[in-house]
């Protein structure tokens, strides 16, 4: 699986961003598709991620109301929506995915075995 990332930028606080991961090779219906990003000397953080065999979603709480994941079965594509965001959203923004992880695992960057290459997203105040 090849992952492509796009969409980042720079907008103000309270603008939005649509974030977008294409993939390519091997389907990915049945795999973990998740969302990182990662700051300036930070470590990674999971942002959200979705069990495509089951359709659940999980955000991570600061998150949680502004930022939305969707899929586009068709075009092979996920999305992040950002809505409302704030200066401390800037970072590198990641997709990433795995066909083996369960639950437990979703939050932690090492098990994914498949990432995009990590788009910019600058929000400032």
């Known amino acids: 699986v090849q992952l492509q990332a796009s969409g980042g930028g720079s907008v103000q606080a309270g603008g939005s961003l649509r974030l977008s991961c294409a993939a390519s090779g091997r389907t990915f219906n049945r795999y973990v598709v998740s969302w990182f990003r990662q700051a300036p000397g930070k470590e990674r953080e999971f942002v959200v991620g979705m069990f495509r065999s089951s359709g659940n979603i999980y955000y991570e709480d600061s998150v949680k109301g502004r930022f939305t994941f969707s899929v586009d079965n068709a075009k092979k594509t996920v999305y992040l929506q950002m809505n409302s965001l704030k200066p401390e959203d800037t970072a590198v923004y990641y997709c990433?995915?795995?066909?083996?992880?369960?639950?437990?695992?979703?939050?932690?960057?090492?098990?994914?075995?498949?990432w995009g290459q990590g788009t910019q997203v600058t929000v400032s105040s």
């Open positions: 990433a995915a795995d066909g083996h992880l369960i639950l437990s695992e979703l939050r932690n960057s090492i098990g994914y075995d498949y």
